[in-house]
């Protein structure tokens, strides 16, 4: 690789760095539930890393708390892309809407098995 690829390939990554800290930013300013999310896994995910007692547990109890960020994160996209188009009621963004809001609350679930799994073995 000569030295003007790697310098488009260095201002490309920080272009993508950058995008996605606007998103983050954007997210945590625009929406509560993200907020609150974040303040559990400032908590939870240093919890997680010290409750797991192997390599595997640990990446299981923080990865489950990172995923509902990650979620919580496109759900708000996709709310966004609804709203853009317009405040009215319509079937289908209803249901992108809900069908987002079902994404979070399957992995808010995945964290609750996860963490009662690896934490009390024989729970389930």
Partial sequence: MDKST???IQRRLLRSFGH???G???TFKE???FRVEVLLALLLVPL???LGETGVAKALLAGS???VLIVEIVNSAVESVVDRFG???HELSGRAKDQGSAAVFLALFLVLLVWGTVLWPGII
């Fill in 6 to 8: 790697g310098n488009i």
């Fill in 20 to 22: 996605s800290i606007q």
């Fill in 24 to 26: 983050l930013l954007a």
């Fill in 31 to 33: 929406e509560e539930a």
């Fill in 48 to 50: 997680g890393l010290y």
């Fill in 65 to 67: 708390v990172c995923l």
């Fill in 87 to 89: 405040t009215e009621y």
